[in-house]
């Protein structure tokens, strides 16, 4: 069965900081590659998403997200993230087989500080 | 902007007891999902239907849990008889057609606690 890692459960940073949050997953075939995100009192919502073609990715709000087929990774990046960016980031994954069926990373719960 | 419509938002039942959720997906929306997301953890697909039929159900607690959408649009959710390992944000999410590749717009979830 499929799997998706994310390594940091919660990442605080001040603002302006860079912002990079880790997602591994464990098929080794073809997929399809998202991160929602659910900032507080809000539902989740996406962020990006990945099928094909150029593996760096760019969102809402200025992220992006880099594709690495090698090393099963496809890590949220954002050059300087503001406080309105504090909220709980979703990596999620499909196959592109088996009905489409997601699978969903634990979240990382973002803090940035003012 | 459409949304994905579920109700009750709080649900707070006695083990042992029956509870049902309603959700109502985007117009137009062919694919239904309904998840369970624990407290500090990811959702997990419960079940997934294309129109009216079920096209995954794998973890779905099938001895306790039922799940349908009669005229392929709205849908339900019941429990019964709940236990304490029930209690969870159950979200129900909607998707326009291809299921690995469309966006999933995502309800705002009710909150069950199972006392």
């Known amino acids: 069965a499929q799997s998706v890692s994310q390594h940091n459960h919660h990442v605080i940073l001040s603002e302006a900081a860079s912002l990079e949050l880790g997602c591994n997953y464990s098929y080794g075939g073809t997929v399809n590659l998202f991160w929602y995100v659910q900032y507080p009192g809000q539902h989740l919502q996406l962020l990006l998403k990945y099928f094909s073609g150029d593996p760096l990715v760019k969102g809402i709000k200025g992220f992006e997200a880099e594709f690495i087929k090698s090393k099963f990774s496809f890590n949220l990046r954002k050059p300087s993230v503001q406080w309105s960016d504090t909220a709980e980031y979703f990596c999620a994954v499909n196959r592109g087989t088996n009905a489409g069926k997601s699978t969903f990373g634990d979240g990382t719960t973002l803090t940035v500080k003012p | 902007e459409a949304e994905v419509a579920q109700s009750p938002r709080y649900k707070i039942t006695e083990k042992s007891q029956a509870v049902a959720f309603w959700c109502d997906p985007i117009s137009g929306h062919a694919t239904l999902y309904w998840y369970r997301q624990i407290l500090g953890q990811g959702p997990e697909l419960l079940v997934q239907f294309q129109d009216e039929s079920v096209v995954d159900d794998s973890q779905l607690p099938k001895d306790r849990f039922s799940a349908e959408r009669l005229k392929g649009v709205d849908s339900t959710l019941k429990i019964q008889p709940a236990e304490l390992g029930d209690s969870a944000m159950y979200l129900c999410?909607?998707?326009?057609?291809?299921?690995?590749?469309?966006?999933?717009?995502f309800g705002p979830g009710t909150r069950l606690t199972v006392l």
């Open positions: 999410a909607s998707s326009l057609g291809d299921p690995s590749t469309d966006t999933q717009y």
